[in-house]
């Protein structure tokens, strides 16, 4: 079968390698996925987001790939650098009105 | 321009009162949805208003309860708090309805004793 990423309550990265940080959803009906970023003391923020007709985004130093076969998300951030570590949430919306959000992964970056 | 803006930002009450938190969306966005944010259940959906009507509405009790005025600004209103209300309130505004485009506020530290 094919291999995914297990999703890990914390990741520590070296200052300027990649990092990938991988997310099970529950919904088979979900069409939207979204990954927010939240530093201590502040709401999520708008990282990047995908729809279910495509399977890859890319964006500024985030790339976001979707899997519907296997329901799994991953978000991966190249060159990563101090400002990056914070708690990283995928979230899933299948009526447009809620998301569903995962229970998140904590990304510690390594100077 | 302004982001979304909750107030106060900390609050402590004591179990069996009631809170009121506040959320100001975005210039120009109509929908208005609250989340809780608590360690142990992470991140979950309240309601969502759009033009002053509570279109969606999560699995929390009765006590939960909000309301959106005609200027989009948003309350939300928790009755006989209890410990485990204790938690991250946050508000996130979108220019239409739906989850498309959210804007989170900083949220509203509840600290219930």
């Known amino acids: 079968g094919e291999s995914v990423g297990l999703h890990l309550p914390t990741l520590s990265v070296q200052e300027g390698d990649n990092s990938i940080i991988n997310c099970a959803y529950s919904?088979?009906?979900?069409?939207?996925f979204i990954w927010y970023k939240q530093e201590s003391g502040k709401g999520p923020q708008f990282i990047i987001d995908?729809?279910?007709?495509?399977d890859k985004r890319q964006g500024q130093r985030v790339t976001v790939l979707l899997n519907k076969t296997v329901k799994h998300l991953s978000l991966q951030i190249a060159a990563t650098q101090p400002g990056d570590s914070a708690v990283y949430f995928c979230?899933?919306?299948?009526?447009?009105?809620?998301?569903?959000f995962g229970a998140g992964t904590t990304v510690t970056v390594r100077a | 321009k302004a982001g979304v803006t909750q107030t106060p930002r900390y609050l402590i009450k004591t179990r069996g009162q009631q809170v009121t938190l506040s959320c100001s969306p975005i210039?120009?966005?109509?929908?208005v949805s609250w989340y809780q944010q608590t360690p142990g259940q992470g991140l979950q959906f309240l309601f969502e208003?759009?033009?002053?009507?509570?279109?969606n509405k999560g699995n929390f009790p009765g006590r939960f309860s909000g309301r959106q005025f005609s200027n989009s600004r948003s309350e939300m209103n928790v009755s006989t708090l209890e410990l485990g209300d204790s938690a991250l309130y946050l508000c996130?505004?979108?220019?239409?309805?739906?989850?498309?485009?959210?804007?989170f506020g900083s949220g509203t530290r509840l600290t219930v004793v």
């Open positions: 208003y759009f033009s002053e009507t509570q279109r």
């Open positions: 996130a505004s979108s220019l239409v309805s739906g989850a498309e485009g959210y804007t």
């Open positions: 995908i729809r279910s007709n495509m």
């Open positions: 210039s120009g966005h109509r929908s």
């Open positions: 979230a899933e919306c299948a009526n447009d009105y809620k998301l569903s």
């Open positions: 919904n088979s009906a979900s069409d939207y």
